[in-house]
C-alpha cells in the first residue's frame, strides 16, 4: 500500500499503452453531484505498477484548468489523452459562480510522447491484422516495426486497448491485454517483426475493435486499430 502524492476524489484513471495508469482531474474535496466539487487537483499522477516499492507514483506539471466531478479522460490512438469537463451545473453557468462551466477539450500529452524518447520509440509498418482483416482468438499475429535507435529485443511488448466510454470517474469495457509469446527478429535496416500471440479467448477479450501498440523500453509507437472475432 503507498500513500498518493495528492488527495483526490472523482478523478478518472486511464491505462496507458506501456501499462502504466494515468490518474488525472478530480477535487481534493467535495462530493459528486452539480457544483459540490472543492480543492480541484490539477496535477495528474501516474503509476507505476512495477515500480519500486515506495516510488510507484509519479507526479506530473500541474494543469490550469480545474475539471472535477463529471470530468473525462480518454486516450487516443497517438498516446495522447483527451481530457475535457468541469465541476457542472444545473445548466450552463459562465459567470458569478466558483468554477464557471468549461466547454474545452485538451489533449494531454505523457511523458513518454517527449522528442528525447523517439529513437527508441517503435513506428508500426504494417501487419497481418491491417487492412481490413480482423484476427482471431489464440491465434499468430505479425507486426512489422521500425525503430531508429538501438533495439532492445527483451524489452519489446505489443498490447492491445480496448476503446473506452468514460463518465463519473468510471471507464466503461477499458482493459489492456500485453500478448504473450513474443518473439522479434530483424528483418532489414533498423526494421523488425515481432510475433504474439492473440488472446485465447472473449473471456480476455470480447469481440470488437481494439488500439494495437508496439512498445519498447515503456515507450509506445502510435496504435492501429483491429478488430477480433
Do not use: C
Request: proline letters at 7%.
Amino acid at each position: 500500500m503507498e500513500t498518493m502524492p495528492y488527495a483526490r476524489v472523482m478523478g478518472d484513471m486511464t491505462l496507458l499503452p506501456n501499462g502504466v495508469v494515468l490518474i488525472i482531474n478530480g477535487a481534493g474535496a467535495g462530493t459528486a453531484g452539480w457544483e459540490n466539487g472543492r480543492n480541484p487537483v490539477l496535477n495528474p499522477v501516474l503509476y507505476w505498477p512495477n515500480g519500486a516499492a515506495g516510488s510507484r507514483f509519479e507526479s506530473l506539471n500541474p494543469n490550469t484548468i480545474p475539471r472535477m466531478y463529471h470530468s473525462t479522460a480518454i486516450l487516443l490512438r497517438d498516446g495522447r489523452v483527451l481530457v475535457g469537463g468541469s465541476n457542472p451545473h444545473i445548466g450552463y453557468e459562465f459567470n458569478g459562480v466558483l468554477f464557471p462551466t468549461e466547454l474545452s477539450l485538451e489533449a494531454f500529452s505523457p511523458p513518454y510522447l517527449d522528442a528525447q524518447h523517439n529513437y527508441v520509440r517503435p513506428t508500426i509498418v504494417s501487419s497481418t491484422a491491417s487492412k481490413g482483416k480482423y484476427i482471431g482468438y489464440g491465434q499468430k499475429l505479425q507486426v512489422r516495426f521500425k525503430v531508429t535507435g538501438t533495439l532492445l529485443a527483451d524489452r519489446i511488448s505489443v498490447t492491445m486497448i480496448a476503446p473506452a466510454f468514460n463518465t463519473h470517474s468510471y471507464s466503461m469495457n477499458h482493459r489492456l491485454l500485453v500478448l504473450g509469446n513474443t518473439k522479434v527478429t530483424s528483418v532489414g535496416a533498423s526494421t523488425y517483426d515481432v510475433q504474439v500471440t492473440t488472446p485465447r479467448s472473449g473471456y480476455l477479450a470480447p469481440s470488437g475493435h481494439y488500439i494495437l501498440y508496439v512498445v519498447h523500453q515503456y515507450i509506445p509507437s502510435t496504435g492501429i486499430w483491429v478488430k477480433i472475432l
